[in-house]
């Protein structure tokens, strides 16, 4: 698992990096300044996650029987970032507005990620 989520956290770090230059390449004669920031924002989750990512799976090839929350908090980065980012971009790209209502289910399970690493590190040996 962890050279799974260490695969996964390199291609998220890397593609948050492309789409920030995109961003700033790219994009900024074509969107609006409110649209733009909106990419950055996505941009910027996906690679606080991408550590985090890493993060864990670090923690999983320390641990000779990690526990499932470890396990779980990684999987919930990853959702929570193609949901959270995912939809920010297409937002931001598109201006389907409705897209806004993704977000919050993104940002719901990032910060559900975040508490199940929290209980997996209760009892981690350290």
């Known amino acids: 698992m962890a050279q799974i989520f260490v695969s996964i ?3 998220l770090g890397g593609l948050s990096v492309a789409g920030g230059a995109f961003a700033a390449h790219a994009l900024r004669e074509k969107i ?3 649209s733009l920031e909106i990419f950055d924002t996505g941009a910027r989750y996906q690679m606080y996650h991408a ?5 864990v799976a670090i923690l ?5 029987t ?3 929350t470890l396990v779980a908090s990684g ?6 970032v193609a949901l959270f980012s995912g ?3 297409i ?3 598109t201006g389907i507005k409705s897209l806004g209502a993704i977000a919050p289910l993104g940002g719901l399970t990032l910060m559900l990620g975040w508490a199940t690493l929290a209980i997996a590190a209760a009892s981690l040996k350290f």
Do not use: C, D, K, N
Not at 51 to 55: E, S, T
Not at 60 to 64: D, E, F, L, M, P
Not at 75 to 80: L, S, Y
């Open 9 to 11: 956290a390199a291609i």
């Open 32 to 34: 609006s300044a409110r």
């Open 51 to 55: 550590l985090a990512l890493l993060l």
């Open 60 to 64: 999983i090839s320390r641990t000779a």
């Open 66 to 68: 990690p526990p499932f």
């Open 75 to 80: 999987w919930m980065f990853i959702v929570g």
């Open 87 to 89: 939809s920010l971009y």
């Open 91 to 93: 937002l931001s790209l």
